[in-house]
């Protein structure tokens, strides 16, 4: 699956199957699902779990979380928008 067609698939009921937590996750969140999209970020124990988990508490205006969560992730905190973040990990991720 590419960027386009995950984001396309935005507008579904629910998220492609097949995803990995962490997709799903982002998927969650692009919808205003913060507290399902912050369940999957938690249930994942991997790096890319804990960059989606940062941008969730990015989402949330909770930044000192946010900042633990991209050490976890090896990540540098983010200074793009929200939306760019979103994008740059789907990509990532996808």
């Known amino acids: 699956m590419n960027l386009e067609t995950f984001k396309a698939s935005l507008t579904d009921e629910a998220p492609p199957e097949g995803l ?8 969650q969140v692009a919808g205003g699902k913060w507290d399902p999209a912050h369940k999957l970020a ?9 960059w989606v988990h940062a941008h969730l508490h990015r989402v949330e205006g909770d930044l000192s979380n946010a900042a633990y969560w991209y ?5 540098p905190e983010c200074a793009a928008s929200l939306d760019e ?10």
Do not use: M
Request: overall charge negative.
């Open 20 to 27: 990995p937590g962490a997709v799903q996750a982002l998927w």
């Open 42 to 50: 938690q249930e994942q124990d991997d790096a890319a779990g804990a």
């Open 71 to 75: 050490r976890r992730a090896g990540k």
């Open 85 to 94: 973040e979103w994008d740059e990990i789907a990509l990532a991720l996808l």
